[in-house]
Structure formats: structure tokens, C-alpha cells
């Protein structure tokens, strides 16, 4: 798939999912001032995704128009698993670079299961994207944000119940639809 359906699969995603079913509050403000960069990597290992991670910490440090970004990596880490160990890695990787604290990494996979669920549990939505993803985040942002939030606490139990509700084969149906859009197919 190109990087123009990749892309495109994913900001449909964070509009029709993670906006659209609020299940980040903060998500709408960024992604209307097109301060959300979307970035497809290339790598195919995982010390190449470290490097591709290193590069966008990098960018945010230096580019403060970039509020967020997500680090899209389809062919690296498509099982679960091995995504969920390489987790440490990455968070190796900013304290290596002395960024723990200033940026935090969010967890994003088609396949994401929260410890303690089935598989097809429909809470794992909250987690689920068209594409393995780390999401890079401004610590200091994401305080601001939660700080005027009233009750931030609730937003995952919150979440929890809204999957619940809608259920784990219109979730799917959702993550299908977003990959297989118009403008992904070439319609």
C-alpha cells in the first residue's frame, strides 16, 4: 500500500474513531490546527524503527509547530507481541536521550490487547489503528491539557463502556472501513 493510503487510512481513523467517538478529548484542537504529523516509516527491523523514532523526537524538538506526531511503521512489529516488547525499547530510547519527561510514546495496533482481555474483546479498540503506530507526545502539552479537563480519570472507564456498547464487530467493521475509504482504493 502507499504512503498516500497509509496516511490517509490513519487521519480517517483518528477523525472517524478517535475524535469522532471522543475517545481522546484531545485529539480534535490538534488535528484542526494541522498540528498532527503523520509519518509512514519505511523500516523493515526493529533497529530501523528505533532510528525512525530517534529522527521524529529529533523533529519535535526542533519543530514546535509539530504539536504531535504519529510514527506509522506497516512493516515492522505487525504482530502484537513483538510490538508490545519493542514498547520498552522505545522507552529505552528516550531516557537514552535524555527525553523522558518531555515526550511520552502512546501505543497504537490493529491487534492491540490490553493485559487481562480476550482478543476480541471489544474494549481493545481503544487501541486499535489501521496500522502498527507510535503516537509521540509533548509531555508538557498533555499536562496543560489534562489540567483544564475535568475529570480526566474517567475518560478510559469511559471509553470502556462506549466499546462496550457499540461492540467488537462494528469496532472491526469501523477499522475496516477506514482502511478500505474511497480515497484508499482509488475510487
Not at 49 to 54: D, R, T, Y
Not at 69 to 90: C, G, Q, R, S
Not at 142 to 161: C, F, G, K, T
Amino acid at each position: 500500500m502507499a504512503e498516500t493510503e497509509i496516511i490517509n487510512a490513519t487521519r480517517k481513523w483518528v477523525e472517524d474513531v478517535v475524535v469522532g467517538y471522543n475517545l481522546c478529548p484531545f485529539a480534535k484542537k490538534e488535528l484542526v490546527r494541522n498540528r498532527v504529523r503523520f509519518v509512514v516509516s519505511e523500516a523493515e527491523t526493529e533497529d530501523e524503527l528505533l532510528q525512525a523514532l530517534h529522527s521524529e523526537l529529533q523533529r519535535l524538538q526542533y519543530e514546535p509547530d509539530i504539536e504531535t506526531t504519529l510514527l506509522i511503521h506497516p512493516d515492522v512489529l505487525k504482530d502484537f507481541a513483538p510490538y508490545n516488547e519493542f514498547l520498552d525499547a522505545a522507552d529505552g530510547l528516550l531516557a537514552y536521550l535524555d527525553m523522558d519527561g518531555i515526550y511520552q510514546i502512546a501505543s497504537f495496533h490493529p491487534d492491540y490487547q490490553f493485559e487481562g482481555t480476550e482478543p476480541g474483546s471489544a474494549e481493545n479498540y481503544t487501541n486499535r489503528s489501521p496500522y502498527p503506530m507510535l503516537h509521540l507526545l509533548r509531555e508538557a502539552s498533555l499536562e496543560a491539557a489534562i489540567e483544564s479537563y475535568p475529570d480526566v480519570d474517567s475518560i478510559p472507564q469511559r471509553n470502556i463502556e462506549l466499546m462496550d456498547e457499540l461492540g467488537a464487530q462494528k469496532m472491526r467493521n469501523i477499522l475496516l472501513s477506514c482502511i478500505n475509504a474511497p480515497e484508499n482504493t482509488g475510487e
